[in-house]
């Protein structure tokens, strides 16, 4: 199982540098020149070909020239066809600048007009494409059904070509589930492609990839076969650097095989030939591979001078090989009793292994979020979609209706006529009584028109205020509704969550019982949230007169947040004299008290203080709740109490924050007659002062 996992670890570090070697110079210089005196249909096909050359090393370029190609299939009717093969390598573009929304659009793009100029070809591919999008993201799934479905179009066309990258895709897919028998199957039947085509490099690439499934399967006589025939397709082209990847993995696969003797060889042989090709990432490897050999045949000097002479070229592309040189050189000073610079090197490699964690950890997170933008963008195309042929139906309607009133109006205009015709020859029998007459009845149908219009408005007016209160109304009932049902399944999660906390789970599952835990717990809170938002706002409570002791409310409310408080190592000083007795709602002031509180944890540092304190007076009484957390901007204060507004400072332990608390005291301070302050400064501290006024018996 070492031999395994270290195998495949090799082999996708010595691979995957060599696949994104930049483009073919001579080739794009070629197409370039050829540009020059070329027709349309030519330039948008050449513009493509340029598109595809730049799309690893420069995909900024690649979105460049696919652009090119689209605009002049948008000139040309002729030509529109090409418009998707042109969307698909922007795609590609975008892909590989990371960009993956972007590059979905355009793959959905290229799919839907593949659909209208009936290109099967490129529909395959823009399904491919978007497979790959889902695999790259982790949804394996939604990756399966594309490339299959991608495959079964090219099967069907029968273009050998298309049908080599879908094997291809799914057999990276089924290796990326350990199903090694179908990840084979596919590989070979994209080498017995690749074959037939003068593609040297295609074929040396999936040779390799043969290999190292061969390898994971711990059939390693079929490996080295594989690799036996890759490195006499690279001989025969003299690729210098393919021929030390090739040597390379041989000499991996051995050392782990334990042929210590043979691997030293191949390791040599390897460094010759990156040597040769000036490949100082393959140099590197080599360099890292020579000195675990050695290490594992206890020659330790010559081990020593491998590691430091990685650790002399690498870079922070490099961090794995440099990372595993202060191990290995921690490691021989260790055996030679030179603990101290042993003891150095251990701690550059417990570095660079936290911050390998740390970026790794980042890239998951960044993963997940892509795959949820995905989703839900594929989520909006389905309604999109869904939503077209009514859209279709609308406008039809619409057309007929604008035909009609055309016709009313050509009418009407006819009807005017007439009447001009008549009135103009009563004019010659009283033309002067005929102008006041017609000037009175202008007048008397302006003033008519007039009402009649300014009363259609007043009843449009009324029925749109009622139908909006109608669905306000219906807004308030659905949200308490979903709300009162989402808490109950939130807290039964929450339940079975500490259950399965107490079943004797390992430290990965634990971690997430804990998210699932966590999150549960967050969903409560924005339920309960969201029922005290809709509450304050729908139901006006009458107020509970009560008398409070302040001291012991301002502890209570301490006490309240003492696991909170806990772990964030937080402080909280309860400033205040005993005996001061209030007599207010005790309901809206422990809720305004909550709410701050919880804020000034959330945004508060570690191991910092937050202080409670209060006062009276005959008239009134107050409370100030003070942390030292980032403070407020002058744009945060212009938002403060609005809902749902997310403010700049974030919470520091990563907590959630829904922008609905403030806006709950606001308004329950309103209810109380109080009023509420903000003191801050940025970087600092922000203090809250409450004021109200003593409710009179």
């Not at 009175?440 to 300014?454: C, S, T, W």
């Not at 304190?613 to 609005?642: C, S, Y």
Request: aromatic share 10%.
């Amino acid at each position: 199982m070492k031999f395994k996992n270290s195998f495949i670890l090799l082999c996708f570090i010595v691979i995957l540098p060599y696949k994104l070697i930049g483009q073919n110079q001579a080739l794009i210089d070629s197409l370039k020149i050829t540009l020059q005196n070329s027709g349309v249909s030519e330039k948008i096909d050449l513009y493509n070909q340029l598109a595809w050359e730049y799309r690893k090393s420069f995909p900024d370029s690649t979105i460049i020239y696919s652009q090119k190609a689209i605009d002049l299939t948008s000139n040309s009717s002729e030509f529109n066809e090409k418009v998707v093969k042109s969307l698909n390598f922007k795609g590609v573009g975008y892909f590989y600048e990371g960009q993956n929304i972007k590059a979905f659009e355009h793959y959905q793009q290229a799919k839907d007009s593949a659909l209208i100029y009936g290109d099967s070809l490129q529909y395959g591919y823009s399904l491919n494409n978007i497979g790959r999008l889902y695999f790259n993201q982790g949804n394996y799934v939604s990756a399966y059904n594309n490339f299959f479905r991608a495959l079964e179009i090219f099967e069907n066309i029968k273009d050998t070509v298309s049908m080599s990258y879908g094997y291809k895709s799914l057999a990276e897919l089924y290796q990326s589930q350990n199903n090694l028998e179908k990840a084979l199957e596919m590989s070979l039947k994209t080498a017995e492609i690749r074959q037939t085509f003068d593609d040297p490099s295609g074929i040396i690439s999936i040779y390799l990839e043969i290999a190292d499934i061969y390898g994971q399967m711990e059939n390693y006589n079929n490996s080295l076969k594989y690799f036996t025939q890759a490195y006499e397709v690279a001989a025969n082209i003299n690729d210098e650097a393919n021929l030390a990847i090739i040597k390379l993995s041989i000499a991996k696969m051995n050392t782990e095989r334990g042929q210590l003797a043979i691997a030293l060889t191949n390791a040599n042989e390897a460094l010759e030939f990156a040597s040769k090709a000036k490949n100082v990432n393959l140099i590197i490897q080599v360099y890292s591979l020579l000195g675990k050999i050695h290490y594992y045949r206890n020659e330790y000097n010559l081990s020593k001078n491998y590691f430091i002479k990685v650790n002399e070229l690498a870079t922070n592309n490099d961090i794995t090989f440099e990372q595993d040189a202060f191990f290995y050189l921690s490691q021989i000073l260790e055996k030679q009793n030179k603990i101290n610079q042993a003891y150095e090197y251990f701690k550059q490699y417990s570095d660079l292994k936290e911050k390998t964690e740390n970026v790794n950890t980042a890239r998951e997170i960044e993963r997940l979020e892509g795959r949820l933008a995905l989703e839900a963008k594929e989520i909006e195309n389905e309604l999109l979609k869904r939503n077209e042929d009514t859209y279709k139906q609308v406008i039809q309607k619409q057309k007929a209706f604008n035909i009609a009133l055309t016709i009313i109006i050509v009418l009407i205009i006819a009807l005017l006529i007439v009447l001009w015709i008549t009135a103009d020859r009563r004019r010659k029998y009283n033309k002067i009584l005929q102008l006041k007459n017609n000037k009175i009845g202008d007048q008397q149908k302006k003033i008519a028109l007039q009402n009649k219009e300014i009363k259609a408005q007043n009843e449009e007016l009324i029925i749109q205020n009622k139908e909006l209160d109608h669905l306000n109304n219906e807004k308030d009932s659905l949200l308490s509704l979903v709300a009162h049902d989402m808490k109950a399944p939130f807290h039964r999660i929450k339940g079975l969550t500490e259950l399965l906390r107490l079943s004797g789970l390992n430290e990965e599952q634990s971690q997430y019982v804990s998210m699932i835990r966590n999150n549960a717990k967050h969903g409560a809170y924005l339920i309960n949230d969201l029922l005290d938002v809709n509450a304050i706002y729908t139901e006006k409570e009458e107020l509970q007169k009560e008398k409070i002791d302040l001291k012991k409310l301002l502890e209570e409310t301490a006490s309240n947040f003492v696991i909170e408080l806990t772990n964030k190592q937080n402080e909280c000083k309860v400033e205040c004299e005993s005996d001061l007795i209030v007599e207010t709602d005790k309901n809206y002031i422990n809720r305004i008290l909550e709410n701050l509180v919880s804020n000034a944890i959330k945004f508060s540092k570690l191991e910092s203080e937050i202080i409670l304190r209060a006062g009276m007076n005959k008239k009134n009484f107050w409370i100030i709740v003070k942390d030292f957390g980032p403070g407020f901007t002058v744009e945060d204060q212009t938002l403060l109490f609005q809902k749902f507004q997310k403010l700049s400072a974030k919470p520091t332990g990563g907590e959630s924050s829904n922008g609905l608390g403030l806006a709950i005291v606001k308004t329950l301070v309103d209810r109380l007659e109080g009023k509420i302050n903000l003191e801050t400064e940025i970087g600092k501290y922000s203090e809250f002062s409450l004021h109200f006024p003593i409710l009179e018996e």
